[in-house]
């Protein structure tokens, strides 16, 4: 069974905190992906990966940084949280760049 | 840029025939894609059309029509398990980002 894990089910942090959202898949996809979604936007990329180290920025990236240094782990990086970062943030693979993405259960942050 | 609208929300009975419409703008067409997420849920792939036409996979089947823009997704033989959002989603020029609409979030009442 395809696996895509996110570290923290939900997180509160305080605005200016740094946070680290963790995300491992056991399918060996060349692929990941950090998406955020809030209600009636529906999902919106931040930032992908389609190799270890390699990055490319999604739609919108502001005030996100990404880590990819193994091929099962793509990190998602907050240096300063601000309150208009409250979200429901999933990670997701694909084999494919181009294929199905493969979905996390998500992780709620909030910012207070 | 690339955009897509779907309607916010729908009811239905169960055993009742749902359609979910889909229109986008996109720069440059690779294909239209259907998820679907229950409430905390991951959200899951439902299907894939890069051609014009209907694609049937059981109850739920996925239409395109390339030149008009616009997909929908059918679900027959509603169940109370498919009570859940439902997101369209194109791939765009870049072949390499999915871009999402903002969800159908489906009731089905008994």
């Known amino acids: 069974d395809v696996k895509v894990t996110q570290s923290s089910r939900y997180l509160v942090k305080r605005t200016g905190e740094k946070v680290f959202l963790e995300c491992v898949q056991d399918m060996d996809h060349e692929n990941m992906f950090w998406y955020r979604q809030d209600p009636g936007l529906g999902l919106r990329l931040i930032y992908f990966s389609y190799d270890v180290k390699m990055k490319e920025k999604g739609d919108i990236p502001e005030g996100y940084s990404v880590s990819r240094e193994k091929k099962e782990r793509f990190s998602l990086i907050l240096e300063s949280a601000s309150t208009n970062q409250t979200s429901m943030y999933l990670c997701a693979s694909s084999r494919r760049v181009d294929g199905e993405l493969f979905f996390g259960e998500g992780s709620r942050l909030t910012v207070l | 840029g690339q955009s897509l609208e779907q309607p916010s929300e729908v009811t239905a009975v169960e055993g009742a025939i749902v359609q979910i419409n889909c229109t986008y703008q996109?720069?440059?067409?690779?294909?239209l894609s259907w998820y679907q997420q229950h409430d905390g849920g991951a959200p899951t792939f439902l299907s894939y059309?890069?051609?014009?036409g209907l694609e049937e996979t059981g109850r739920f089947s996925s239409f395109l029509s390339r030149s008009d823009s616009y997909g929908y997704l059918l679900l027959q033989e509603l169940q109370m398990k498919d009570s859940a959002s439902y997101f369209c989603a194109v791939r765009g020029a870049a072949g390499n980002k999915l871009t999402f609409g903002g969800g159908t979030r489906v009731l089905v009442k008994p």
């Open positions: 996109t720069s440059g067409f690779y294909g």
């Open positions: 059309n890069a051609l014009d």
